[in-house]
């Protein structure tokens, strides 16, 4: 449904992208995971038509973004990163405008987003600039949704957005996929990553990884240990310094580090009782996206 | 046809919700002809005059007599110490003295010459000359009426004022506040209501729409056209009702002069937004870009045949300089499609220039 060929594309001097290539099947769930800056709004601009590529192509259900992008236009739905919606219209008049914008009605394509829709109809006369983060999403996605598109490209739809709406949103977008639209996500969270069909992993312009969240986790072929004590600042700096120790990085409320097998964790645990560390934790850990994501390459 | 009525739909609302806004649009033209007719006006009224003369002078009393049954002149006060005259002109805030010599009566009745000293406060240099051309204008003509045939022949010199026999400000004022207010809401308010759409990100939604580009600038025309057609009317029936402005010419051709000028100016509008990523950048442009020229080189303060040769030029430019001309020629002086035809053959070009300038600039796709 999506086909991207060798896509490359520079700024002035940076490097946006860089022969990034990937498929996305009908009625997939395709995530481009990365931080920002990695790429990803300008790889979405590329295939919803906005801006031309300096080299490869993008196929929308086999048309050309290059010759077809009226065709494509119809066909497709975008939100973009940043909430693009008339602030000063009401809830209902923004939907009513993006229906009639692609020449249907609400009425006509009602079943699509009333499972988005139902939750925002009570301030469809609320100005949408009233409204909150979440609501603002639900609103963008059902105005994306409503001349029902083909494929549905969503620009981080979850950045700013508080745990509980963020969750919400993805079981929207699974029943959408149920319905059969091919879903081209972005997100820099990486545990939103296991949602996805399929996932990319995008760096510095590059794709590191096209697979499942599952085999790209498999894939991951090194020992990995997680790390706890009171002084996590000074626990960092010590780790990194042990023996056996590949690299290190501070996860959270935790330090996760490489070592070659399990055999070398009684030592480490050794040496940094020796450093004076208090209620020292240290075991063995299952690779996570985030993971795959840092030790890559 | 569906999605363009929305689209325009869409752009009254946006203009209806921002009340400051229309306000200030639908009252702005009221306020500049108020403003220029009545405030601003460069006709000399109720100028305050100081004479001095010996008392009982007969035809220094007569002409005084004339001088302040004239509309334009108070007499508010006679002295008689002429040295205080800077006192009179700081204190008194007296406009204007004249000073009769002392045996003025005498000295015409045998010799035949005397004189008059008109002293003026010229500060404001207009006003002093109006003044002074005033009251040089009533001697003159009194000493006509009691020279005797026996004086020397002598040219009078009749002035005759065309169009404008009382000199009137306003047929100045007007057709440069109706070329004024069309630049500000055509060319400002389209730039500025195209580039909101790009600082809101919403045009990269609407690009990517199968909305064609002719739509959406159609749409984002169409309200101005309406206010610029209110605001047009308003200026004309205000001016005709409280300035006595007169619509000589053809009332139509008026309009459709005007309706020419106001798709000018929006087109110059949407150019001016295919250049400018934001709102403020946009207001910059059109303000200092159009708003200038328009009241410094249209003639409407300034005549443009006084200015140099290098500004004339720039101002053939402007295309309020040839709407104000063509204004001035068919309300003022009556004059038909014929004698506009240069006139209406250049905005004619400019809008077609313009037009061709920004389909070619519009994009379909981000910059």
Known sequence: MVKVENISKTFKKVQALNDVSFHAEKGELFGIIGPDGAGKTTLFRIMTTLTIPDNGTVFINNRSIFNDYMEIRKNIGYMPGRFALYQDLTVEENLNFFASVFNTTIEENYHLIKGIYSHIAPFKNRKAGKLSGGMKQKLALSCALIHKPEVLFLDEPTTGVDPVSRKEFWDMLYDLKNMGITIIVSTPYMDEASRCNRIALIKNGAFIDVNTPKNIINSFNKTLIALKADNMRQLLKDVRKCSHIKSAFAFGAEIHAVIDNDNQIEDINNQIKNLNHKNIEIYRIPPAIEDCYIWSR | MKQLLSFIKKEVLHILRDKRTILILLIMP??????????????????????????????????????????????????????????????????????????????????????????????????????????????????????????????????????????????????????????????????????????????????????????????????YLIISTINLLTIIVLAVMLLDMPVRGSFMLLMGVSF?????????????????????????????????????????????????????????????????TVVKKVMIEGQGLMDILKEITILTIMLAVLVIASVKKFKVRLG
């Open chain 2, 30 to 223: 009221v306020v500049q002809i108020l403003l220029f007719g009545f405030a601003m006006t460069m006709e000399v009224k109720n100028i305050k005059v100081a004479v001095s003369y010996q008392y009982g002078d007969e035809l220094a009393e007569k002409i005084i007599a004339r001088i302040s049954a004239s509309e334009y002149f108070h007499i508010v006060q006679t002295i008689n110490n002429p040295l205080d005259i800077s006192s009179l002109f700081k204190k008194e805030k007296i406009d204007t003295i004249i000073i009769f010599s002392d045996e003025f009566s005498n000295e015409i009745h045998k010799g035949g010459i005397s004189s008059v000293q008109i002293i003026n406060d010229a500060s404001d240099p207009n006003q002093a000359s109006t003044v002074t051309s005033y009251i040089s204008a009533i001697i003159s003509s009194f000493q006509n009426e009691i020279a005797g045939s026996v004086q020397p022949i002598r040219i009078n010199t009749e002035l005759k004022m065309l169009y404008n026999p009382e000199l009137k400000g306003s047929y100045n004022f007007v057709p440069g506040v109706m070329a004024l207010v069309l630049t500000i809401i055509c060319a400002m308010m389209t730039s500025i209501s195209i580039v909101r759409e790009k600082e809101f990100g919403t045009m990269e939604l609407l690009l990517v729409s199968p909305m064609k580009p002719a739509y959406i600038i159609i749409s984002k025309i169409v309200p």
């Open chain 2, 260 to 324: 020419l000028f106001i798709f000018v100016c929006l087109t110059v509008g949407i150019f001016i937004s295919s250049l400018v990523a934001n709102q403020a950048a946009a207001m910059l442009i059109s303000g200092m870009g159009m708003m200038m020229p328009v009241m410094l080189l249209s003639g409407m303060l300034f005549p443009l045949d006084s200015m140099p040769k290098f500004l004339q030029i720039i101002a053939d430019f402007v295309p309020a300089s040839w709407y104000f």
